[in-house]
């Protein structure tokens, strides 16, 4: 679906720093959402907003964080203190949070 | 809150055979129940949704069952294709402004 554009498809860690991952979608989608995938462990939700300026916490937030100032774009950063961040990072969206969500190409993340 | 189960994790078939994947969740509230296939390397995509007004969904070689019962749902695939080789995920959500949840996936593998 190309309304969600995910960048970079590929990105490195060195340890201590922080990164942001990139999540834009012109979808005119209210709700955003952040998954990591892990092998054999599905779709974790780490953080999802129905609206600008709005966000709440998934079943995995700890070590994350996110921000909604504009309605095509949920950036999310993986701050240092996540200990084990190497994942395929998942961003999707949906009108509203009570309609089909469609995702992005992902992006794979790995430490140095 | 919801918790979802998938079975089988891994499915292997031979090409025109049936394969049926099961799904149960907790939450008896919940009322949408879509199913996500994901081939290797690329994005979940949305391939049948069913809500709980609804007991049976086709389309073409796929359908869906619910029991709101016994709170479980299944993914049926007939004659199946080597191309419907790939990792299935079904999810649930309670109505509202809570979040889908996922089962961790089934890789299904079709053999020619």
């Known amino acids: 679906d190309g309304g969600i554009t995910q960048s970079p498809k590929y990105l490195f860690r060195k340890e201590g720093q922080n990164v942001t991952l990139s999540c834009e979608q012109n979808?005119?989608?209210?709700?955003m959402y952040w998954y990591r995938q892990d092998p054999g462990q599905g779709l974790r939700l780490i953080y999802y907003?129905?609206?600008?300026?709005?966000?709440q916490k998934g079943d995995i937030a700890e070590g994350y964080s996110v921000s909604r100032e504009k309605k095509e774009s949920f950036p999310l950063t993986v701050t240092s203190a996540q200990k084990n961040p190497t994942a395929f990072y998942l961003c999707?969206?949906?009108?509203?949070?009570?309609?089909?969500?469609?995702f992005g190409d992902g992006t794979r993340l790995s430490i140095l | 809150g919801e918790n979802v189960e998938q079975h089988p994790s891994t499915l292997s078939v031979q090409e025109g055979d049936s394969a049926v994947i099961k799904c149960t969740y907790s939450?008896?509230?919940?009322?949408?129940f879509p199913w996500y296939k994901q081939e290797l390397g690329k994005r979940p995509q949305l391939i049948i949704d069913?809500?709980?007004?609804?007991g049976e969904k086709k389309d073409q070689r796929i359908a869906v069952t619910l029991n709101k019962t016994a709170k479980h749902f299944s993914l049926h695939i007939t004659e199946t294709q080597p191309e419907d080789s790939a990792v299935y995920f079904c999810?649930?959500?309670?109505?509202?402004?809570?979040?889908?949840?996922f089962g961790k996936g089934t890789r299904l593998s079709v053999i020619a």
């Open positions: 069913i809500r709980s007004n609804v």
């Open positions: 999810a649930a959500r309670v109505s509202g402004n809570t979040p889908l949840v």
């Open positions: 907003s129905q609206i600008v300026n709005d966000f």
């Open positions: 999707a969206s949906s009108p509203t949070q009570d309609q089909p969500q469609h």
């Open positions: 939450d008896s509230a919940s009322n949408y």
């Open positions: 979808l005119n989608h209210d709700a």
